[in-house]
């Protein structure tokens, strides 16, 4: 099942509810009439949708929420939406915002709430603030949150309403496809294993996207280039190949983007790289080279030098590097690369949507680059036809935009392990004895040093600090105790970032730009630190306790795909440090001296 969704719909980066709609949401009453009181359900989940894109490009892996709580009267009491992994509910803020106005209200949410297990936070702000009635937009996407907010939410008593399932109209399925739109890239990501892709590109009103002699600036207006800053801050990271590099030599900011920084990606099989190029300053952004394995060591090492991921693959294509991303916690990815890799994505089956600025120049050209290499296809019935087209005008340009393969139900269905099995026996499921976390991406994602669970410890100085996750607390670690103002003024910036997306950022830029301000035992003490911070962490919260220790007989993997210290790696490679120090304090809750195996868990 697809969604084909018309042209009255906002396109998913410029999801903006008209001024009409948002008044509604906040002057018009109930009424018994069902019509009109699905148009009056409609346009608060449509509202919700709106304040959850808000977020966009910070809550990777996790989904945009928005959250709004109505008297009876139809009065907006308060509304919230989640800022990042790690940062306060959508649920929580909106209830705080209510106050005692919860007592036999509504909430409106755009998406199911998605608690990890044994951590029903959000879910028990609503009931312990006397919510009457939840109508939730859509259910979740992931098979292990899917309907667990709505049961718990019905056994306290909470009438719940899901938008197509309870409420149907035409209004109705409006709004619904507002939620879906929002979180397309979830969505995606579930359903097919590879993140949400754009493909942007501006062009001539003849098709080119640069002169026969490879000159390409400017195409598009300021208005579109702004528009382009936006995109790439909604972005977890932006995509170019070689060729763009060595021709354009791109800095690819997010100028103006709303704060996210996006990863930059260069795509380049041979490495025929310069040695000097814009995106190799990574002192405020990062950058990573995907590669054929073995290609040009030297090159590497010359990258590594400047703080450039360089991430191997034995065969380089699009449909690896995007399953790779998606692994790593991705959900969109901006592609923003020549005519030959977008041909080359294309053919992949990994672009999803693209948007396409006109500019009315003509610069002809028989060599001119066009936006899309060779497809292989002869005939004009060949083509490709976007879906769901939209039309802007952005300053002196036109932006084309549509969906360039249908968009999978907004219900897919996740087989499990063991249905997998059962269709195809060569795919095995994960071993019983091996539990994976990564971030709050799975069941276990409460384990992450990401997580959102306040830890109270002293700071620097001696004194009381709550510090909004364990992953604040590492961070600042790295500069405690030196007697130096810039030092401390980051300690100060990391304990009041946002989110811990944030604080990482933050400690990460400044070691890389004065490794020599790093205290000098960092490379000994931060075992200490990050086991310290576990420590008070699952103290502090007996759900998140007794979790690890229904865990007794299992090996603690954390799955990240790039982290060779704290995590496993991609292949098993890494120390999975970070899953080790968890085996230890379980058994130190256990009372044991040693991991369930039988071998000490051992640091040096």
Request: charged content about 20%; some cysteine; aromatic content about 8%.
């Amino acid at each position: 099942m697809v969604f084909t969704l018309g042209a009255s719909f906002p396109i998913i980066y410029a999801n903006r509810l008209p001024t009409s709609v948002t008044a509604a949401a906040t002057t018009t009453n109930p009424s018994s009439n069902s019509s009109t009181s699905h148009l009056f359900e409609a346009s608060f989940i449509r509202r919700a949708a709106e304040i959850a894109d808000k977020s966009a490009g910070r809550t990777a892996p996790h989904p945009n929420y928005g959250c709004i709580i109505t008297t009876s009267s139809g009065a907006v009491a308060g509304e919230g939406f989640l800022y990042g992994q790690g940062t306060e509910s959508a649920e929580i803020q909106a209830v705080e915002a209510a106050g005692e106005l919860c007592r036999g209200a509504t909430a409106f949410l755009n998406l199911e709430s998605s608690d990890c297990p044994s951590d029903n936070t959000a879910v028990a702000a609503l009931v312990q603030a006397g919510i009457e009635r939840v109508v939730v937009g859509m259910r979740h996407p992931l098979q292990h949150l899917r309907g667990n907010a709505v049961r718990a939410l019905r056994s306290q008593g909470v009438l719940v309403d899901v938008l197509g399932e309870e409420l149907k109209s035409r209004a109705v399925e409006e709004a619904r496809k507002e939620c879906f739109l929002v979180n397309a890239p979830l969505i995606c990501k579930a359903a097919s294993r590879v993140p949400f892709s754009v493909l942007k590109y501006a062009m001539t009103l003849d098709g080119k996207i640069a002169a026969s002699s490879g000159h390409a600036a400017w195409i598009s207006g300021v208005s579109s280039r702004q528009r382009v800053f936006q995109l790439r801050g909604r972005s977890d990271a932006v995509i170019v190949g070689g060729n763009t590099v060595r021709r354009d030599n791109p800095r690819l900011t997010a100028r103006h983007g709303g704060g996210h920084i996006p990863l930059r990606v260069v795509m380049s099989r041979t490495l025929d790289l310069p040695e000097e190029a814009n995106v190799w300053d990574t002192k405020g952004m990062a950058t990573m080279v995907v590669t054929q394995r073995g290609a040009k060591r030297s090159f590497q090492k010359l990258l590594a030098s400047k703080g450039v991921e360089v991430v191997e693959f034995d065969n380089l294509n699009p449909r690896d590097v995007m399953e790779y991303f998606h692994d790593r916690g991705f959900l969109s990815i901006l592609w923003e690369c020549g005519g030959t890799l977008a041909a080359s994505a294309i053919a992949s089956g990994v672009i999803h949507e693209v948007f396409a600025f006109v500019a009315p120049k003509i610069i002809g050209g028989r060599n001119a680059p066009s936006p899309v290499g060779e497809l292989g296809m002869v005939e004009m019935s060949q083509a490709l036809e976007l879906i769901d087209v939209q039309y802007e005008k952005v300053g002196k340009d036109m932006l084309i935009s549509g969906f360039l393969q249908p968009i999978l139900d907004v219900a897919p269905v996740i087989p499990s392990c063991d249905e997998t099995f059962a269709i195809d026996p060569t795919v095995t499921p994960y071993e019983s004895s091996i539990i994976f976390f990564y971030k709050t991406w799975d069941p276990y994602g409460a384990f992450s040093n990401f997580s959102r669970h306040p830890i109270h410890l002293a700071d620097e100085n001696g004194n009381d600090c709550t510090w909004l996750t364990v992953e604040h607390y590492y961070q600042a670690h790295k500069f405690v105790g030196l007697d130096d103002p810039v030092a401390q003024d980051c300690v100060e910036k990391i304990k009041s970032a946002r989110s811990p997306e944030e604080a990482a950022r933050i400690g990460r830029s400044m070691q890389r730009q004065h490794p020599k301000m790093i205290r000098s035992d960092w490379r000994t003490a931060k075992l200490d630190v990050m086991y310290r911070a576990l420590k008070c962490k699952f103290s502090s919260y007996p759900h998140l306790q007794s979790m690890l220790l229904s865990t007794a007989g299992s090996v603690l993997v954390e799955a990240s795909p790039h982290d060779l210290f704290w995590g496993g790696g991609r292949d098993g490679e890494g120390l999975n440090y970070l899953g080790r120090l968890l085996m230890k304090l379980r058994a130190e809750f256990l009372g044991q001296s040693s991991t369930p195996n039988g071998s000490n868990v051992e640091f040096n």
